[in-house]
């Protein structure tokens, strides 16, 4: 399923000593795997407080707790620990945790809004010194943005709100009946014009 080298395994140990806590173990888990920016983490979690159906790994002076909905895009991992002098790099690579590359129809309204953030509309923004972040989306589908960087006190907000963003959005996502800015536009410090 996963394979942790003798040298990442040795790395784990050493952190988890550090912690000086029996309790304390490792629990790997994908990070927004359906999104365009999926990734794998690994973190600290005391085991009798978060371990629920994870699948537990025995490794020799740890166990690594994984993620039971992670599983899928987990399988075949490899995580390494590449020593460079003093100092050391965690390599981990996970062949069925990609980046999607379309919108998928079946993620929840709020998955879809910020898929098409990161992938089409805040590379358009960042070329202005802003960005753009969902806050929420109610229940009758009313999404929710915050701006920032350049964007927060631009006087070309309305604009770039009405012409940009809420038209990308609903084209692409229809059951979206609404897009509204909740940014306070007064506190920009260094708007783009």
Request: aromatic share 8%; charged share 25%.
């Amino acid at each position: 399923m996963i394979t942790i080298t003798e040298a990442a395994q040795a790395h784990f140990r050493k952190l988890l000593e550090k912690q000086n806590d029996p309790d304390m173990q490792l629990r790997i888990e994908a990070i927004d795997p359906n999104g365009s920016h999926p990734e794998c983490g690994i973190r600290f979690f005391k085991a009798d407080k978060e371990q629920g159906d994870d699948i537990v790994l025995g490794f020799k002076g740890f166990m690594l707790y994984v993620d039971a909905k992670s599983i899928p895009y987990l399988q075949g991992a490899y995580v390494d620990f590449k020593k460079d002098g003093l100092n050391g790099e965690l390599y981990m690579e996970t062949p069925n945790l990609k980046p999607r590359g379309e919108l998928n129809p079946e993620w929840p309204i709020q998955t879809k809004v910020q898929f098409l953030l990161d992938t089409e509309i805040n590379p358009q923004v960042a070329a202005h010194g802003g960005m753009v972040s969902v806050v929420d989306v109610s229940e009758d589908n009313v999404v929710i943005l915050r701006f920032g960087g350049g964007c927060q006190g631009c006087g070309m907000i309305d604009m770039t709100l009405k012409n940009g963003v809420e038209k990308v959005l609903k084209e692409r996502i229809p059951e979206i009946t609404e897009v509204r800015d909740v940014t306070d536009h007064t506190a920009g410090k260094n708007p783009y014009y």
